[in-house]
């Protein structure tokens, strides 16, 4: 896979050999983005049920798996997946799970995409956070995929990027990305989101998800509810892109949720220097949860879905897994 660690100064792949280097891929951020985990979860399993001797190891290690990050749903449901087909199928059938859930996770995002893209006007300006893009995925991207799909229309879209601290995503990777697709893009400072809303120069917030709760609550990238709140006070639509695999049902709301507590040195080094004194107290929460209410649209591969969320993405779920991908 892609080492995101390494971008955006070089372009270099890492081979997992073992379930302790897709657990260390997957806490190090070497791989990361909901979509992209839940393909990564299910490819561990696989690996785990070719290394390991016996279906309890594999069992021990898709708990290790998943336990690495609580927040994105996507890993426990890949891994959900892969360990179902383990247990029908053996080593065979987890491989061929996986790959499935490669497959199906680009085409799906196309979906979204397309479907994304009639949210956004010709020449349009798009604010987004964190990197939602193909590298979060196995393929296309979802927030990114919306803008991507918007482009090849010919809707020339034009993107605000936020540099999303404390680990830039946005910088490092969403830059990249829209770098490589040619797509005009302009980095800011997380920041500068506000005043940019007050003088007219974003027309909508495109974002992705780790984990949608089934009233519509979305947990993402923290500072994505900061964002959502700027943009109701400036009535600029706020809208999330993700694939239904995204929605936990089994999740009430947002409260609900588990939000992952990261390294506190990702706050107090910068670069690999240290920016704070030593000894300082850090609080470093991985996500926030935007309330359903700022939520102006959610786009899956089956559509728009709009508020009562509850009944919407319901009904997306359904869809989805009535097409075949």
């Known amino acids: 896979m892609i080492d995101q660690r390494a971008l955006p100064g070089r372009l270099r792949f890492i081979t997992c050999a073992t379930v302790d280097d897709v657990c260390d891929a997957i806490n190090t951020l070497a791989v990361r983005g909901a979509p ?4 990564t979860g299910a490819y561990g399993v696989a690996l785990a049920a070719r290394t390991l001797g016996n279906a309890r190891s594999v069992r021990a290690a898709a708990k290790r798996i998943v336990a690495t990050r609580p927040t994105a749903v996507n890993l426990a449901w890949g891994v959900g997946r892969a360990m179902h087909a383990f247990e029908h199928a053996g080593a065979t059938g987890a491989l061929a799970e996986a790959e499935t859930i490669a497959d199906e996770d680009v085409a799906r995002n196309r979906a979204l995409g397309a479907h994304g893209a009639e949210l956004l006007g010709v020449g349009g300006t798009v604010l987004t956070h964190c990197n939602a893009g193909a590298l979060a995925c196995v393929g296309y991207g979802t927030a990114l995929g919306v803008i991507r799909a918007a482009a090849e229309r ?31 893009a302009t980095l800011v400072a997380d920041v500068a989101a506000a005043s940019l809303m007050a003088a007219g120069e974003v027309d909508c917030v495109v974002v992705g998800a780790d984990r949608i709760a089934a009233n519509g609550d979305v947990a993402n990238k923290v500072g994505t509810y900061g964002l959502a709140v700027l943009a109701h006070h400036h009535h600029v639509p706020f809208y999330v892109a993700a694939p239904t695999s995204t929605i936990d049902v089994r999740t009430p709301d947002g409260a ?3 939000v992952e507590e990261r390294d506190p040195a990702e706050v107090t080094t910068f670069a690999g220097t240290r920016i704070a004194p030593l000894g300082m107290a850090v609080a470093n929460p991985a996500f926030d949860v935007t309330p359903a209410r700022l939520v102006a649209a959610i786009v899956t591969e089956a559509g728009i879905a709009r508020r009562p969320y509850r009944r919407s993405l319901a009904s997306h779920i359904r869809l989805a897994a009535a097409h075949s991908f």
């Open 256 to 258: 609900a949720i588990t």
């Open 36 to 39: 992209a985990l839940g393909a």
């Open 154 to 184: 010919g809707k020339r879209p034009r993107v605000w990027v936020d540099e999303t601290r404390p680990v830039l995503q946005g910088a490092r990777l969403t830059a990249w990305e829209l770098d490589r697709l040619g797509i005009d």
